[in-house]
């Protein structure tokens, strides 16, 4: 009698801890998951077409180290980034680095004028009606996040950047 | 005569059944030491005249709410006026039920007054029927605000009671420190009491007199665009100015007893909607309750709690403990499923969550977790009693501000009622 | 060796350590209290509560720390003053827009506001703290609850018929006197009335002298069934935080336009959607003037992807199940997903125009060809003319260098520029520039732009009927809510609960005749008032008139 009582009494006392420790641990962690993924967090996965008439997904670049840039013809600094990715590009991706451009749902005529224009040699991806900027959680452009060959954010950076910001960071993705 | 007329006109027979039966309950409570009088038989006889006075007031009062119902078509309680009257016909309607119990005529004494200060209080809204926005068309909002102020109203009564514990229990003839200081705070409570008659008095002396004074208002506002923006805003006064708001001119101030300009500024951070008004208001009541109560001083030359103390002799005090404690405990259910869950009902419907921790519900809950405790406290040995009576006073203070003090103070969603 | 409390009543029953009144025939165990005449402590019927037993290990330390009511009224007195300081400023989570919380609160509360950000009272309501608080209370209500309702079942479950004359006549509520005639017969008499009253009846085995009368004792599970609906509200609340259980997202749908829903199947169409604003004759003197909405409504359809929802290269194939007209207080519900009305903006969208070519020199006019502002078709042919899309700007403007470039992605100001073949312009193609909105034309100069190929060929709209525009564009909230049945049904059990206990009482009478000495006690869980006059009315009916009051041991009103 006396036993099985103590045993009641830790059951119902381990649950409490187990559901309030659950309780509080979510209040002080469990941000909102609306939010936009942060440093040392995963990206979102994504299948998008690209203008090549193919389909990318973020998986397909397993264990390489990823830049996945949001950008929008509309966007000034977007425009001003898009030459130095492609430089960057063409200087690093023997050492196995991908940019994935993701356009911000813009129209087709839009982007493929605009990738002429800039002959640009990287994947552009064609959002659909915001989906993927969403899961982003983007409220400015450009963002950029620089995805490690492990599949976790090593940085997010919002507004525009200098060639050399790009090319430091690349660096450091590739553990030079 | 349309419909709405005529609710109003019922609704002012009803108002002075209210004070009649009052100046009837006070006739049977202190009449009995009249000379002359077999005290029982005068007090059931009164009381019961009162009580039909009271109940023939509750009657006009139902009546001027249904044909105002029909009259405009949508339920009287989406603004103040019309919740605040609905309110006090919801403490007649518990205060019947608890006299139907235990029938001691003393609590119309206590609680019908309420009701008329309420009721008087209501009339400072404006009365017109206002059209209602969507999220307001709702068969919940009904249930729950009805419900809501049904229990809010048992608790009114749990509040007299409370009330009428104290006055009868303090002993004013006590000089020891404790009761010294028992009586202070009854003192203090029949003082608030008094200022809110006071701002009653204040503001339909000046209505009556037709008062105003016009200020404009220099704003900061930042828009939706993130620009920011100078506003002009013009505030009515219609109590004299003593505060005007911040940072505003005065466009015209009709002089009264020579005071032509405001005395005082509102401090910068009153920045709220009107808040330089209120705060004009707020010290007009504290000035004609505080001339009330320096009045009644005068008159009977003794402390108000003193005055009222013998009119309760005779009365059990276990009495008034257990009718103050049933109050609470029949209206606390019918809170919980007016102010919180039909709450939640509705605010499922209307938006989507059933709980926001908008202002106004964390202080239905903050009510809810008061008299929860309270009851707790019964539970426990030496809290019967005096601090019972003290914890229902403090509760009814708790309600009135979940029910005017988050509306005038604090914007949220439910400040459509706001004034 | 540890002494033993003697915990044996001298009626023979052997009672458990914490035992204030002998589970058997009541009579106060402890020599202090027999000595009192105090009315007796009635609690849990005197029961030992599981939380005093034993020696306390500390395990059993914090049992006995939830178990205390005191804890639970400080716990809950806590949580309302911290609940209270959360409601001085806004709370963040009352901003639907983006700000900045660590200067809001100074810029515009000053030190206080500052204060108050630091001590974390911005988000009171998702702080660790306050959300410990709320699970130190379930603490409570689960532990309290077990530790009381057990015993007390098994007290109510066992009771003595005959009790212990201390317990009878130290109740609040006691009748004593001497009565004539055959005393079995008087407890039958009396019995009958209290039956009457609807109490049940347990008379003494054989000699039939003594009575126990219960009424309502269900009354007293109120307070438990309350206590575990609110532990289901607070664990119906607590699952929400499982990933997939909650959703609170927005989508704007201008009319027409058939939107996804992020993180579901689904796709949202608004056929039309319609706002009403009441007249000034509706008005009250005050509001006249105002714009004052009346009643808004997104004429919905809901779809689901029933193939190619993940395949970038096709179209999704869409499934309509379900349309509805959304109001505020009337959302689209399905299968749990529900669409609510928040908000508009009334900002009129241009989704197509299908404009003519006309030949100046030959006033001969063709098309009108369908021209819609995004994905258009990239050729078309017009009678001898040729047009192809070079390119498209949604909000038309130069750039620093004077390049023609576009602001945002929405057609505010839409701008294509053809590469023109036909009769009489060069072979290559000539450049034209269209704006399909009139005050772009005028404030791009059009004309100007397009020079003297402007004086052969226009491209124009003829009529309204050949412009398609979205008048209004809706706000819906998008709401999924797992956890609401259960919350649901917490709220029942607790309501369920409350009206139990308060709107009934649990009522006893013990009554014992010795010879010709009646001895009567009463106890009642609350309401005094009416234990007395059930006792008083009783007695009446039998010929014994007294005034209820009489009955009056003294004591709380507990």
């Not at chain 1, 200087?91 to 005529?109: F, M, P, Q, V, Y």
């Not at chain 2, 920045?271 to 208001?281: F, I, P, S, Y």
């Not at chain 3, 037993?53 to 049992?63: C, E, L, Q």
């Not at chain 3, 139990?500 to 309401?527: C, F, M, P």
Request: charged share 20%; glycine share 8%; hydrophobic share 45%.
């Amino acid at each position: 009698m006396g036993k099985s009582r103590k045993t009641i009494q830790i059951v119902i006392l381990f649950a409490v801890l187990l559901l309030g420790g659950y309780a509080i641990w979510a209040a002080l962690f469990g941000g909102d998951d609306a939010g936009r993924p942060e440093a040392g967090g995963e990206p979102p996965s994504f299948t998008l077409a690209d203008t090549a008439g193919g389909v990318q997904s973020l998986s397909d670049y397993e264990g390489q180290p990823v830049v996945i840039n949001f950008w929008g013809s509309f966007c000034e600094p977007c425009v001003k980034e898009m030459p130095e990715f492609e430089r960057q590009y063409e200087k690093w991706k023997d050492r196995g680095l991908a940019i994935l451009a993701i356009n911000l749902s813009e129209d087709t005529l839009t982007v493929n004028n605009f990738v002429s224009r800039f002959d640009l040699s990287y994947p552009i991806l064609r959002d659909v009606d915001r989906k993927i900027e969403r899961q982003y959680g983007l409220r400015q452009y450009p963002t950029t996040f620089f995805v490690k060959p492990d599949g976790t954010i090593m940085e997010v950076v919002v507004g525009g950047m200098l060639e050399s910001d790009i090319n430091e960071r690349v660096e450091r993705l590739l553990e030079l | 005569m349309s419909l709405v007329e005529f609710s109003g006109d019922v609704f002012l027979v009803a108002f002075f059944l209210y004070c009649f039966s009052f100046l009837f309950y006070v006739i049977a409570v202190t009449g009995k030491r009249w000379s002359g009088r077999e005290p029982r038989e005068h007090e059931r006889r009164w009381g019961k005249i009162a009580f039909v006075v009271s109940l023939a007031g509750l009657a006009a009062h139902l009546a001027f709410f249904f044909t105002r119902w029909a009259g405009s078509g949508q339920i009287p309680t989406s603004n103040m006026y019309e919740f605040m009257t609905f309110l006090a016909m919801a403490i007649m309607i518990a205060f019947t039920i608890v006299f139907a119990i235990y029938r001691k005529p003393l609590l119309g004494m206590f609680a019908v007054p309420l009701t008329i200060i309420i009721v008087a209080y209501a009339s400072v809204f404006p009365s017109e029927v206002q059209p209602l926005i969507p999220a307001l068309e709702s068969i919940w909002l009904k249930v729950h605000v009805t419900t809501a102020a049904l229990g809010e109203a048992f608790f009114a009564v749990g509040f007299a009671a409370g009330l009428m514990y104290l006055l009868r229990v303090i002993d004013f003839k006590d000089t020891s420190k404790s009761g010294r200081k028992a009586q202070r705070w009854v003192e203090f409570t029949l003082y608030t009491i008094l200022v809110i008659v006071g701002f009653l008095i204040a503001v339909f002396a000046f209505r009556g007199a037709g008062y105003e004074a016009t200020f404009t208002q220099e704003k900061l506002v930042i828009d939706s665009q993130g620009q920011q923006q100078d506003v002009k805003e013009t505030v009515h006064y219609y109590l004299p100015p003593i505060v005007k708001p911040y940072n505003s001119q005065a466009e015209s101030v009709e002089p009264f007893l020579g005071l032509d300009k405001p005395l005082l500024e509102a401090p910068s951070w009153m920045n709220g909607v009107n808040a330089g008004r209120k705060l004009n208001t707020v010290v007009w009541s504290i000035i004609a309750g505080t001339l009330l109560y320096g009045l009644l001083r005068l008159l009977f030359r003794k402390p108000l709690g003193a005055v009222i103390h013998p009119a309760l002799e005779g009365v059990n005090p276990e009495d008034l403990d257990e009718i103050s404690y049933r109050a609470i405990v029949i209206g606390f259910p019918v809170f919980t499923l007016g102010a919180l869950i039909f709450a939640m009902i509705w605010a499922e419907k209307a938006w989507g969550r059933f709980w926001g921790w908008d202002p106004k519900e964390v202080w239905a809950l903050i009510t809810w977790l008061y008299y929860s405790a309270y009851l707790h406290f019964r539970l426990s040995r030496g809290w019967q009693g005096l601090p019972s009576a003290w914890l229902a006073v403090i509760g009814f203070v708790i309600v009135l501000f979940t029910l005017i003090g988050v509306n005038l103070i604090i914007a949220g969603l439910h400040s459509y009622a706001g004034v | 060796m540890l002494a033993v409390e003697n915990t044996k009543c001298e009626c023979g029953h052997q009672n458990a350590v914490g035992t204030v009144l002998c589970e058997s025939c009541g009579k106060p165990l402890d020599a202090a209290l027999q000595q009192s005449s105090e009315p007796l402590e009635m609690r849990y019927d005197g029961v030992a509560r599981r939380s005093q037993k034993s020696n306390p290990a500390i395990i059993d330390r914090i049992w006995n720390f939830f178990s205390s009511v005191k804890i639970a009224i400080y716990l809950i007195v806590v949580t309302f003053v911290t609940a209270m300081l959360g409601t001085i400023y806004p709370q963040e989570s009352s901003f639907i827009n983006s700000f900045d919380a660590t200067t809001y609160y100074e810029e515009n509360y000053g030190t206080p506001g500052k204060i108050y950000y630091e001590l974390g009272l911005s988000h009171t309501y998702e702080s660790w703290w306050f959300i410990g608080l709320l699970v130190m209370i379930g603490t409570s209500l689960v532990i309290c609850s077990l530790d009381r309702v057990l015993p007390l079942y098994r007290a109510l479950q066992k009771q003595q018929i005959r009790k212990h004359h201390q317990f009878i006549l130290r109740q609040k509520t006691v009748y004593r006197s001497e009565i004539a005639g055959d005393p079995k017969e008087w407890v039958e008499k009396f019995g009958a009335q209290l039956k009457r009253k609807g109490y049940k009846l347990h008379f003494e085995e054989g000699t039939g002298t003594a009575l126990l009368a219960e009424k309502n004792r269900f009354s007293r599970w109120g307070p438990y069934i309350n206590h575990i609906g609110l532990i289901l509200f607070l664990l119906a609340v607590l699952a929400r935080s499982i990933p997939g259980w909650q959703m609170d997202s927005y989508v704007s749908v201008p009319d027409g336009d058939t939107v996804p829903i992020a993180g579901t199947n689904y796709y949202v169409k608004s056929e039309k959607f319609n706002v009403e604003f009441y007249t000034d004759d509706e008005l009250p003197e005050e509001l006249k003037g105002t714009a004052r909405a009346k009643k808004y409504e997104t004429q919905a359809v809901l779809y689901k992807c029933v193939a190619n929802c993940d395949d970038p290269l096709k179209e999704p194939e869409l499934e309509e199940v379900m349309d509805h007209n959304i109001i505020v207080n009337d959302p689209l519900v399905y299968k749990g997903l529900k669409l609510y009305q928040f908000d508009f903006n009334l900002t009129p969208r241009l989704n197509a125009v299908s404009p003519i070519l006309e030949d100046k020199r030959t006033g001969e006019i063709y098309g009108p060809f369908y021209l819609p502002m995004k994905n258009p078709e990239l050729k078309h042919q017009l009678g001898p003319f040729t047009l192809e899309i070079r390119a498209n700007y949604m909000e038309f403007a130069l750039d620093s260098e004077g390049k023609p470039t576009t602001l945002s992605r929405e057609p505010n100001a839409p701008a294509f520029i053809f590469s023109v073949k036909g009769p009489g312009l060069a072979e290559e193609g000539e450049p034209y520039i269209y704006f399909p909105m009139q005050k772009d034309k005028v404030k791009f100069a059009q004309d100007t732009i397009n020079r003297e190929l402007a004086g052969k060929i226009e491209i124009r709209v003829d009529g309204m009927e050949n412009v398609d525009f979205s008048e209004a564009t809706t706000h819906l909230n998008v709401r999924m809510d797992k956890a609401l049945p259960y919350l649901w049904v917490g709220a029942v059990f607790s309501m369920v609960g409350l009206i139990l206990g308060s709107y009934w009482q649990h009522r006893r009478i013990w009554l014992r005749v010795d010879g010709t000495e009646l001895a009567l006690g009463a106890h009642t869980n609350k309401n005094w008032f009416g234990m007395r006059s059930d006792v008083a009315g009783a007695l009446k009916k039998i010929g014994v008139e007294i005034d209820p009051k009489t009955l009056d041991n003294g004591g709380n009103n507990a």
